[in-house]
């Protein structure tokens, strides 16, 4: 009989040990920060609110290598990107359906449709809201992975599974619930392939938290790529019809014929008889 006591007293006692130890572990859950990261954004009715986005940015490719551009986001599953390189703007767009793109560095001037592994990351970017709001009627799944530091900073770790099979792991500051990192693994042309992307500098625009600043590169590489946000315009007005894929460029006219020059010339005037 005491041994089953002082069993149940160790028992009783490791739990309150744990419970105090580790008290995140009992009173968060995945939908728990979820919660809080949509709280720390604004909220939910604010951000449901937005119809349209527009962001404009530069992103550095590498020395001297700039690319400004814009990109617009649309409800309820719409976007389209524009950058220039060189001189020359290239499109990628989606409207909810098919995702095609202008690719002018390519010699490519008609627009086409693309292939099923770009079209995932048209399709990601569309979801104007991010992958976690209402993330389980859109077909993802969300797991709580523990905690993790960031650089310093204690980070919730959630395992996002979208609908369309890609993964993201996305860390989520533990006390500003803000998104502070992400790695997604995609398959492109067959290959696995793993980003990383450090995101920062939250600036506050009409009651929303947006992030002004991306740095992305190939999981454990040096060579980042880094995007400059310089401004973000909400509920700016967007035509369904700019998302939609434009038809090929009409054939260039043939050139007209050139005038016949073989016509029998006029005789010169005969002089009058004498």
Known sequence: MMNKVRMGMK??????????????????????????????RGGLDKIKAVQSIKTTATLAMGPGMEAPGSLIQKRPNMARLEFTVQ???AVQAYDGTTAWQIMPFMGKKDAETMSADEAKEMQETADIDGPLVDYKSKGNTVELLGKEKIEGTDAYKLKVTLKNGDVQTMYIDSDSYLEIKEETKRMVRGTEQDVESAIGDYKEVSGIMFPFAVESGAKGSDQKQKLTISKIELNVPAEDASFKMPPPAPPAPAAAAAPKTDAAKPEAPKPPNQ
């Open 11 to 40: 028992v009783c006692l490791g739990l309150l040990a744990l419970a105090m130890v580790a008290p995140g572990v009992w009173a968060q859950s995945a939908d728990d920060i979820i919660a809080k990261n949509v709280q720390a």
């Open 87 to 89: 001189g020359l703007t």
